[in-house]
């Protein structure tokens, strides 16, 4: 199978590599892809939200498989293009990624699968906004209803910070969402879905916010681990039959059948899962770390998926042992990041010592004439690291990450903590 990946960050890097590790995938390109993977696969420059170039590049390359992996391309129909031009494609169709590119789409959806989220309002218009306000509190959660990379959300109990957040929105011409606060540990749960077959992922958790201890603004994501030593196995069934299940069949009732990666990000509270918000793809920094425990051929899953048969797949195989993804951010993230800045260290893999477990994915990356390796993006590089727990994962993921150097740079230190620190409890049910 000759498998062509669409994107170009550090999600892109983690599919290419567990794409490399199955048997039964010949070749790999990724489009446009980055330095990090170009060193592993064939790279080629595509503007991933143009259909017909994605479509032509698919046909030169002789694709199998396409896999899509960032929402923009999804939410613009790269998938259906695909599709039509007759070639398998992992990712839904536009119709159906709208449970991403609308939240006020995907809380239809939800309540009509009678799954249960966060009540909200969505306001269109600056003369709404304080009343609409006044409706909420006192922990304020204000979204942009459509795709803002993870950074369109203000959790706050600052009602002026609430307001300034919504009248900004606003003024960008984009509709508001308001949402009742919903407390409880976060768990994020990827699942392949192929109409009605639903097939779970590990569950991880995801640190949004860009400080230790949760502190600063939200970003696209600052780290993850995986598997979640507080979360019952049962929990995890669970969301797949009180959540995903339903909202699959709910979109086939309306005639847009998911295809791909249904993301179900989730507030573990005293009622039981509450979903914050659905995602139509693989989750990025999440990703890097499920992936790095997958044990089976991920490009058989994409592919049956893809294909409508799902159902008959293997299930996939898991590794023992944790994974831990940590964000390595430029200065200035998640503001205006500075680039253009030399990396060093992050070439290789030590031979032995606490780093050897750990990898380096390249998320915003460019290569100089002379060959050095630059920052590029926000988020720059992941280091990826698995261990026999997740205090061992920890360790080698730290200890790798100290020996990468860019100017201004930083990480949290605290990704996994609360969890090896035993300081995660799911709430009493009521």
């Not at 991920?298 to 964000?327: C, E, F, R, S």
Request: aromatic share 4%.
């Amino acid at each position: 199978m000759r498998v062509l990946v669409i994107g170009s960050g550090a999600r892109e890097h983690a599919l290419v590599e567990a794409l490399r590790r199955d048997p039964g995938v010949t070749a790999i390109a990724a489009a446009p892809g980055n330095p990090g993977i170009g060193q592993v696969a064939e790279v080629r420059a595509v503007d991933p939200a143009g259909a017909d170039a994605v479509v032509g590049l698919a046909r030169d390359f002789a694709a199998d498989l396409v896999v899509i992996g960032p929402e923009v391309p999804l939410v613009l129909g790269i998938a259906d293009a695909v599709r039509a031009a007759g070639i398998a494609c992992f990712g839904p169709s536009a119709a159906a990624a709208r449970i991403e590119g609308s939240k006020a789409f995907a809380k239809d959806v939800m309540a009509a699968a009678g799954v249960r989220t966060a009540h909200s309002e969505v306001v269109d218009h600056p003369g709404e906004l304080d009343a609409a306000l006044d409706r909420f509190g006192p922990t304020w959660v204000v979204k942009d209803d459509g795709l803002a990379a993870g950074k369109g959300v203000v959790v706050t109990t600052d009602r002026s910070a609430a307001r300034d957040h919504g009248a900004e929105l606003l003024e960008q011409g984009h509709p508001v969402l308001l949402e009742s606060f919903l407390d409880g540990p976060e768990v994020s749960l990827f699942c392949l879905v192929d109409g009605e077959t639903v097939v779970p992922l590990l569950p991880a958790q995801d640190h949004k916010r860009v400080g230790d201890g949760d502190t600063g603004p939200n970003t696209g994501g600052m780290g993850a681990y995986t598997p979640l030593p507080w979360l019952p196995p049962e929990t995890v069934t669970e969301i797949v039959d009180d959540v995903v299940k339903p909202v699959a069949a709910e979109m086939v009732r309306r005639g847009v059948p998911f295809s791909g990666l249904l993301y179900a990000g989730l507030a573990i509270g005293q009622a039981g899962p509450a979903v914050v918000e659905f995602n139509c793809r693989f989750g990025d920094p999440e990703t890097q770390a499920v992936l790095a425990l997958l044990d089976s051929p991920l490009g058989a899953l994409l592919h049956a998926t893809a294909t409508g048969t799902l159902a008959q797949a293997q299930p996939p195989v898991w590794k023992d042992g944790a994974a831990i993804t940590v964000v390595l951010a430029a200065e200035n993230y998640p503001g205006r990041p500075r680039t253009g800045d030399v990396i060093s260290g992050a070439e290789g893999t030590p031979a032995s010592g606490p780093g050897a477990n750990a990898e380096v994915l390249h998320a915003g990356t460019s290569l100089r004439a002379d060959g050095a390796l630059l920052s590029a993006g926000g988020r720059v590089l992941n280091v990826v690291a698995t261990g026999a727990d997740l205090a061992e994962a920890r360790a080698n993921a730290y200890e790798r990450i100290a020996g990468i150097k860019l100017p201004g740079s930083h990480f949290r230190t605290d990704i996994g903590l609360a969890a090896v620190e035993d300081r995660i409890s799911l709430p009493t049910r009521v």
